[in-house]
């Protein structure tokens, strides 16, 4: 009788035991276990981080530093340790990724994780979040990628990427942010439909051509395409953009006029420089941006009264006539404008007297323009040693 009740304690405790083994343990689909098998080996801890030293495949995949399920499925990955300054991986991103195929986010940190981006990252049906940031990653963005179309965020920046953007990315219906800044692509810019869109930050790269009206959402926000080789007009696309808060298309080969609209806009930095815009500047209202460069361009005219209560202006490498307006003026000598550049333009006059002293707190430079300079102030090294233009190239240009 007494060995009947221990073996029925022993089979009831082994029941137990089995039963908190089975629902402590989460059993990872077989297809997901062995993708993360083959994306572990494509990848290393690079010298003084331990990101991998929690996957060990003899637990429970589950509780991997970066793994997250959901049920038997993976549903995110965040490869690399994310604190900052930590060293990041190196290797490769192995083609099993499209296993994955409940995927809503797929990120790895800042490292040096080199080669492409696998095709099979079309198979991440469910994707929402794509985010491969300063890495070495190479060769061109998939059109595959196109096929995303739950894709919200695409993070590309600071790798090394080639070819153009594929048109497919432009027809992802759902996107909020692009960013592909800090690469080598090329060729035009896609339309981009998408009305959600609220960032778009392509600087630094080597794209070209006119961008036509209706390429871009009126959803946007954010837009940098500075540093790349664009062209064309922008007199009637921006008018569609009015609800920027950021706006940099600086170091391009942009032409024509720029709507007097975008001195409205609800931003604190326009950034316009280097480029071939041309004729005059005529903002409708006081401007309220804090920053403003139109410098290295080709307009013409006379400065606007209505600048005079932007903080940092620069008009410098215009073509600029007529008199400084007393109340920008104004505003320099009582400090109120940190910056004020008007070098290298064909003004004729400023209504300051010698006698008078510009504040400490404010830069002002006038050098090379169609008059004798009435007071003498620091310019940037790069505006040369000259004081006036040469009167002969003050009689030619006449606007």
């Not at 190196?90 to 409940?102: F, H, M, Q, W, Y």
């Not at 950021?246 to 001195?263: A, E, H, K, V, W």
């Not at 307009?299 to 410098?316: A, M, R």
């Amino acid at each position: 009788m007494m060995m009947n009740r221990m073996l029925l304690l022993i089979i009831i405790n082994l029941f137990i035991v089995i039963h908190q083994v089975r629902f402590s343990l989460s059993i990872l689909d077989p297809t997901d276990f062995l993708a993360l098998q083959s994306i572990r080996k494509s990848l290393e801890d690079m010298h003084g981080s331990n990101y991998f030293s929690s996957w060990d495949f003899t637990t429970d995949p589950c509780n991997f530093a970066g793994v997250f399920c959901a049920g038997e499925r993976v549903v995110a990955l965040n490869l690399g340790d994310p604190r900052a300054g930590a060293p990041g991986l190196s290797g490769r991103i192995d083609p099993a990724i499209g296993k994955l195929t409940n995927l809503t986010e797929f990120t790895i940190v800042p490292g040096r994780v080199t080669g492409t981006l696998p095709a099979t990252l079309s198979e991440l049906k469910n994707l929402r979040f794509l985010g491969i940031s300063r890495n070495f990653i190479s060769g061109e963005i998939p059109a595959t990628v196109g096929g995303l179309t739950g894709l919200r965020t695409l993070d590309l920046s600071y790798n090394q990427l080639t070819g153009n953007i594929p048109w497919a990315v432009g027809s992802l219906t759902a996107l909020t942010n692009v960013v592909i800044c800090h690469n080598r692509l090329s060729g035009s810019l896609p339309a981009f439909v998408s009305q959600t869109l609220n960032r778009l930050d392509l600087k630094h790269n080597n794209l070209s051509g006119s961008i036509p009206p209706g390429f871009l959402s009126s959803s946007l926000q954010y837009l940098d395409l500075s540093v790349n080789r664009f062209t064309g007009p922008v007199e009637y696309l921006l008018p569609q953009l009015n609800g920027l808060n950021y706006l940099d298309l600086s170091l391009n080969r942009f032409t024509g006029p720029i709507p007097g609209c975008i001195f409205s806009f609800p931003i604190s930095n326009l950034q316009l420089g280097r480029n071939l815009f041309s004729g005059p500047v005529q903002p409708f209202n006081e401007v309220a941006i804090q920053t403003v460069d139109l410098s290295h361009n080709m307009f013409y005219g006379e400065v606007s009264p209505l600048f005079s209560t932007v903080q940092n202006l620069y008009l410098n490498n215009n073509r600029f006539t007529g008199s400084v307006p007393s109340a920008l003026m104004d505003r320099v000598k009582a400090g109120n404008v940190q910056l004020l550049y008007l070098q290298h333009n064909f003004l004729t006059a400023v209504p300051i007297k010698p006698t008078e002293a510009i504040p400490v707190s404010s830069l002002l430079c006038l050098q090379y323009n169609c008059m004798v300079l009435p007071v003498q102030t620091p310019c940037p090294i790069e505006t040369g040693t000259q004081k006036t233009r040469p009167t002969s190239q003050c009689v030619q240009w006449k606007g």
